[in-house]
């Protein structure tokens, strides 16, 4: 078996600017290799929405994106506040975000509930004042 | 329509992807959330917004847009016109708001 792709990140929690890097480079890459358009645009929504949320939630963290031979897994790994509520976070419109978050265009509430629809599996591993680990996991 | 056309429809100006005026495109999504981009669009390949900062720019990438129109008068910088164009994505600016923008378009047969 081939060694998977693994491409890492460090994602930036000071610098909203910078915001959804990490993804976009993801996604030329991914281009590049040929895979199907439908499961690129489905893991970059994904990714973004997480990569979003690690700047906006939890100041920033690590994004790791493993290519594998039959599916993609997007690690996103943060040390920031953690979720009190996981099943709360998940439902649509929930949002904890600022009215400053609203003004960047984002805190809708919508982030969760589309990276578990965009992605086939999805594990959500939190700490309150620890951090979060979001895996998301698509076949290809 | 092509992304041409619709540049007269809307009087607007190109900041970004004259090579790229040609394209067809043939529905478009009109919103300040970018959160409700993610969310609700499908295969729109049009973003119509007021909100002007790069995740713009970004979204329309992650949804394969292909065309970006600020209404509003808004103006964006030169980093924004750099990601939209290492994206291939056109950038159109017009005066008028998103009502009308969305309106002038929809009447020509530009769908939802
Ligand atoms: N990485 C994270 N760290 C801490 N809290 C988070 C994180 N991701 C999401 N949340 C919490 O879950 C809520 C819902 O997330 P989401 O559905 O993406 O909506 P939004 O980002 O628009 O608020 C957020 O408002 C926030 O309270
Ligand atoms: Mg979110």
Redo the contacts with the bound molecule.
């Keep these: 078996m081939p060694e998977p792709l693994v491409f890492h990140f460090d994602v930036d929690g000071n610098d909203f600017t910078s915001a959804g890097t990490a993804s976009v480079t993801v996604k030329k890459n991914l281009r590049q290799l040929g895979l199907p358009s439908e499961v690129i645009k489905k893991l970059s929504i994904a990714m973004y929405?997480?990569e979003?949320?690690?700047v906006?939630?939890?100041d920033g963290?690590t994004a790791d994106v493993i290519v594998g031979e039959s599916y993609i897994d997007i690690i996103?790994a943060?040390h920031?506040?953690?979720?009190p509520n996981v099943e709360l976070?998940?439902q649509e419109g929930?949002?904890?975000?600022t009215a400053q978050?609203h003004s960047l265009g984002?805190?809708?509430?919508?982030?969760?509930?589309?990276?578990k629809r965009y992605s086939d599996e999805m594990t959500i591993d939190?700490r309150l004042n620890e951090?979060?680990t979001?895996k998301m996991r698509i076949y290809l | 329509m092509t992304i041409r056309t619709l540049k007269e429809y809307l009087d607007a100006d190109v900041l970004c992807g004259e090579e790229e005026l040609d394209r067809e495109v043939h529905s478009a999504f009109g919103c300040d959330m970018m959160?409700d981009v993610l969310a609700y669009a499908k295969d729109q390949a049009v973003l119509l917004t007021g909100l002007i900062n790069p995740q713009v720019v970004r979204t329309a990438e992650m949804m394969d847009m292909a065309c970006i129109v600020f209404v509003r008068s808004k103006r964006p910088n030169e980093a924004i016109l750099t990601l939209a164009e290492g994206a291939g994505i056109v950038v159109l600016a017009t005066n008028l708001r998103m009502y009308e923008s969305c309106g002038r378009l929809f009447m020509n047969g530009l769908q939802g």
Excluded: K, Q, R
């Design positions: 929405e997480g979003i949320n690690m906006i939630h939890a963290g996103l943060d920031g506040p953690g979720i976070a998940m929930y949002s904890t975000a978050i984002f805190g809708a509430g919508m982030g969760l509930p589309n990276m939190t951090g979060t979001v | 959160s």
